[in-house]
């Protein structure tokens, strides 16, 4: 168990729907990312917060959005799903944003039909 | 621009033999490197880091790595297989920018172990 709590576990939804996956860090990180992995793709990094602050950006669609809360939970928003969207996401934390280690939840399956 | 290759998708190995898997990177300065496992339903686990110092690194599980400079190459060794690494590995740098850091995974090397 890495600490970190990702919910829901599956989901599935319909194209043109809109979804929000969350996550929990571990106790007493600052730093949260998303990452998307899907079979064409690969694991495909998508943004890092640091303290409720964006910190990085990388291959997340205009279609998506993320924040984290005071409370440092983070929360990754998908609208205007597509066929394509259809992925495993993956939250991770770490302490800091110096590229220690990342420990990562078990992921949220999105399956849009 | 920045990447990481492994160049090898599927691997099969038997059980008890050696492993290794390869990771190439590209990236202008000195890297971080790291190297993961992904358990079949399970998030991702490190199984070692690379920052400095003595470039071949013990890791959790047997494993190890070792950083090559010359060759940009940070391959994953093993030298004796149990059934339990059945599992995808994942090679990454991370990649500074702007004062902030961000991982780059490789496409991932899916090991299978034959009794």
């Known amino acids: 168990d890495s600490g970190v709590t990702q919910t829901p576990k599956h989901l599935i939804t319909a194209t043109g729907q809109r979804v929000t996956l969350r996550c929990s860090p571990r106790s007493g990180d600052l730093s949260v990312y998303w990452y998307q992995q899907s079979l064409d793709q690969g694991l495909q990094f998508l943004i890092q917060?640091?303290?409720?602050?964006?910190?990085a950006k990388g291959n997340i669609l205009e279609r998506f959005s993320a924040q984290q809360f005071p409370d440092l939970h983070s929360e990754l928003n998908l609208s205007s799903l597509e066929l394509g969207d259809s992925a495993l996401y993956f939250c991770?934390?770490?302490?800091?944003?110096?590229?220690?280690?990342?420990?990562f939840g078990e992921g949220s399956r999105l399956t849009v039909l | 621009a920045q990447s990481v290759t492994q160049p090898d998708i599927h691997i099969t190995v038997s059980e008890g033999a050696s492993l290794e898997l390869r990771c190439n990177y590209s990236?202008?300065?000195?890297?971080?490197l790291f190297w993961y496992v992904q358990s079949p339903g399970q998030g991702l686990q490190l199984l070692l880091k690379?920052?400095?110092?003595?470039?071949l690194v013990q890791g959790i599980k047997g494993f190890e790595a070792e950083f090559k400079r010359s060759q940009s190459s940070f391959n994953l060794r093993k030298p004796s297989v149990h059934w339990s690494d059945a599992a995808e590995y994942f090679c990454?740098?991370?990649?500074?920018?702007?004062?902030?850091?961000?991982?780059?995974f490789g496409a991932g090397t899916r090991l299978a172990v034959h009794p």
């Open positions: 917060y640091y303290n409720g602050e964006e910190r």
């Open positions: 990236y202008g300065a000195t890297p971080y």
């Open positions: 690379y920052f400095s110092g003595d470039t």
């Open positions: 990454a740098v991370a990649i500074f920018s702007g004062g902030y850091n961000k991982l780059i």
């Open positions: 991770a934390s770490s302490f800091d944003h110096s590229a220690g280690e990342l420990f």
